[in-house]
C-alpha cells in the first residue's frame, strides 16, 4: 500500500498546510504512540532543529504522546543522528525529530526512529496513517496520561560520542571551516571538532528561527568552498539543516559530494581490511564510485533512494557502509542513520591515518558529470508512465549509447519529478536533462489545459 503522509523521510510540508499543523502532529503522537509504546509510561525522545515553527509542533508532539500514556522526554534543538543515537542510549521506546532537514524554513516534518535507533519500516507507518484516519487516537485513563520531562546534558553527551568514534587521533595543527546552516549543528559541531584539537572556523552558527540553510549549509556549499580559500584552510566541513548530510571542500575549494565521502571512507577501510563487505549506493549514485569500487574488488550495489533504504540493504548483506550522493553517510558500525558529523571525522581519520589531504584521497575517483532537474508537476500527472515522457528517456539512453545513465523519480517530500542524467560530456549531459525536463512540462500543462 501507497503511504498517505510519510514520504521518504517521514512526514513533511509547508507549516500551517496540512498535514503540518498542529492539530494533525497531536494526532500523529497519539496514533503513533498507541502503535510504539511498548508499556505504561513508555520513553520517547524528542529533539527538533532551529525552526521557529518547531516550538508549535513540538507542543502538539507533546500533548499527543502524553495522551496516548507515553512520557516525553524534549531534548530541545538536536540533530537528527543526535536522536537516533540517544533514543539507544536512553533506552527509549521512540525517538522523533522535529525537522524538515535541508528545505527552507517555512517547511518542517516529523522523522521517527525505533527503539533501535532505526527509521521505522513502511509498515508501521501505515498502521500509524491507519489509526489516524480512522479516528482512533484515544486520550488513556488519566491515571495512564505521561509525563514529560527535559534532558538537559544531551548535547555533551552527544558530543562525547562523536569524539569516541575518532579514536586516538588528534585535529591538533588542522584549520577547519565549518558550516552548520544555521540548524541543529550549531551548538554541537564546533565543540566536536575543538575539543579533538582542530582551529575552527564556524558560518552558519548564529540561528534565527527562519536562516536555517539561507545561502549555507551541504545546499548552497559554494559558501563554504569560498571560505576555505579566503581563510586558506585545510578543508571545509558543511552540514545540512538537521546534520544527517555533510559535503566536503579541499583545500583548493573543491567540493566533495557524498559519493566523495564514502569512497575516501571505504578506500582506507579497504586497505586496512576492515571493510567488512561491499557498499551499498542508490540509484542517484555516480557511476564512476560503482566503477571505481569494483575495479578495487569492492562490491557495490544500489538500494531506493533515501538512507532507510539504504539501511535496510546494508542489515540485510551484513555490510557496514553505504549511502548517498547528498551527503547522508551511513557508517553502522558506529551509527544506526546518516551522521554528518561522525562521516566527517571518519574522513580526516583516513587522513591522519595515511598522512594525506583530501586531494590525494580522491586519487583513483574522478565523478562523472551529472545533471539534476527537478520539474514541477500537478498532482495528476505521472512522468513515470507517460508515453511520451518514457520515448524521451528510451532516446536520450540511445544516444549515450551505454556511457551514462538516466534516472526519473519521484520526490517523497515535494510535488516534482527529479531528472537525472549521467555521463562523460557535462554539456551533453545537461542538454539531454533539459530535454526531457521540457517534455514533462509540455505533457504536464498539455494534462492541464
Same mark, same amino acid.
Given at each position: 500500500?501507497?503511504?498517505? $503522509? ?11 498546510? $496540512? ?14 504512540? !498507541?502503535?510504539l509504546?511498548?508499556?505504561r ?13 518547531? *516550538? &508549535?509542533? %513540538?507542543?502538539?508532539? %507533546? ?12 531534548l ?7 536522536i537516533? $543515537?540517544?533514543t ?13 532537514s535541508?528545505?527552507p ?12 535507533g ?9 498502521? =500509524?496513517?491507519?489509526?489516524? #484516519? ?11 496520561l ?7 546534558d544531551a548535547?555533551?553527551? *552527544?558530543?562525547?560520542f ?7 587521533y588528534?585535529?591538533? /595543527?588542522l ?9 541543529a549543528?550549531?551548538? +554541537? ?14 558560518? /552558519?552558527v ?5 536562516n ?10 559554494e559558501?563554504?568552498c569560498?571560505?576555505v580559500?579566503s ?7 558543511a ?12 583545500s583548493n ?5 557524498g559519493?566523495?565521502?564514502? $569512497?575516501? =571512507?571505504?578506500? #582506507?577501510r579497504?586497505?586496512?581490511?576492515k571493510?567488512? /563487505? ?12 560503482e566503477?571505481?569500487?569494483?575495479r578495487?574488488? =569492492? ?9 532507510? *533504504? +539504504? &539501511?535496510?540493504q546494508l542489515?540485510?548483506?551484513g ?14 558500525? *558506529? ?9 566527517a ?6 587522513c ?12 583513483g ?15 495528476s ?9 518514457q520515448?524521451?528517456v ?8 551505454? !556511457?551514462g !545513465? ?5 520526490? /517523497? ?8 542524467v ?24 498539455? %494534462?492541464?489545459?
Amino acid at each position: 500500500m501507497e503511504r498517505k $503522509y510519510f514520504g521518504t523521510d517521514g512526514v513533511r510540508g509547508r507549516v500551517g498546510t $496540512y498535514p503540518i499543523t498542529p492539530e494533525f502532529v497531536l494526532r500523529l503522537g497519539m496514533a503513533a504512540g !498507541r502503535v510504539l509504546g511498548k508499556k505504561r509510561g513508555g520513553r520517547v525522545i524528542i529533539g527538533k532543529d532551529t525552526r521557529v515553527s518547531g *516550538y &508549535m509542533l %513540538e507542543a502538539a508532539l %507533546e500533548a499527543g504522546f502524553c495522551a496516548s500514556g507515553m512520557s516525553p522526554v524534549m531534548l530541545g534543538p538536536m540533530p537528527t543522528p543526535a536522536i537516533s $543515537y540517544l533514543t539507544r542510549a536512553f533506552r527509549a521506546d521512540l525517538g522523533v525529530v522535529i525537522s524538515a532537514s535541508h528545505n527552507p524554513f517555512f517547511d518542517n516534518g516529523i522523522k521517527f526512529f525505533s527503539s533501535e535507533g532505526t527509521k521505522l519500516p513502511d509498515a508501521t507507518e501505515l498502521e =500509524i496513517e491507519k489509526l489516524i #484516519d480512522e479516528g482512533n487516537e484515544k486520550v488513556v485513563k488519566p491515571s495512564d496520561l505521561g509525563r514529560a520531562s527535559r534532558q538537559d546534558d544531551a548535547p555533551g553527551r *552527544y558530543v562525547e560520542f562523536c569524539k569516541s568514534t575518532f579514536g586516538r587521533y588528534s585535529l591538533d /595543527g588542522l584549520k577547519i571551516v565549518l558550516d552548520c546552516a544555521n540548524g541543529a549543528t550549531y551548538h +554541537v559541531a564546533p565543540l566536536v571538532f575543538r575539543e579533538l584539537g582542530a582551529e575552527v572556523i564556524c558560518m /552558519g552558527v548564529g540561528p534565527n528561527g527562519t536562516n536555517i540553510n539561507d545561502g549555507v549549509g551541504s545546499t548552497h556549499p559554494e559558501a563554504m568552498c569560498t571560505k576555505v580559500l579566503s581563510e586558506k584552510a585545510d578543508l571545509g566541513i558543511a552540514f545540512d539543516g538537521d546534520g544527517d548530510r555533510v559535503m566536503l571542500s579541499d583545500s583548493n575549494g573543491r567540493l566533495l559530494d557524498g559519493d566523495c565521502v564514502m $569512497y575516501m =571512507i571505504a578506500m #582506507d577501510r579497504f586497505d586496512q581490511g576492515k571493510l567488512h /563487505g561491499g557498499v551499498v549506493g542508490t540509484l542517484m549514485t555516480n557511476l564512476a564510485l560503482e566503477q571505481a569500487l569494483k575495479r578495487s574488488g =569492492i562490491d557495490f550495489l544500489r538500494a531506493k533512494v533515501g538512507d532507510r *533504504y +539504504v &539501511m535496510e540493504q546494508l542489515l540485510e548483506k551484513g555490510w557496514h557502509l553505504g549511502g548517498e550522493n547528498s551527503g547522508h553517510v551511513i557508517c553502522l558500525d *558506529y551509527v544506526t542513520t546518516g551522521d554528518g558529523i561522525v562521516s566527517a571525522l571518519q574522513v580526516l581519520k583516513a587522513c591522519l591515518r595515511q598522512g594525506k589531504g583530501l586531494r590525494e584521497l580522491m586519487q583513483g575517483l574522478t565523478l562523472y558529470p551529472q545533471d539534476l532537474i527537478n520539474v514541477r508537476m500537478n498532482s495528476s500527472f505521472d512522468a513515470l508512465t507517460d508515453e511520451k515522457v518514457q520515448n524521451e528517456v528510451k532516446q536520450v539512453e540511445q544516444e549515450l549509447g551505454g !556511457r551514462g !545513465r538516466v534516472l526519473l523519480r519521484k520526490s /517523497g517530500t515535494e510535488p516534482v519529478v527529479r531528472v537525472m542524467v549521467e555521463g562523460e560530456d557535462k554539456r551533453l549531459v545537461h542538454n539531454y536533462a533539459q530535454r526531457i525536463a521540457n517534455v514533462i512540462v509540455h505533457q504536464s500543462e498539455g %494534462e492541464n489545459a
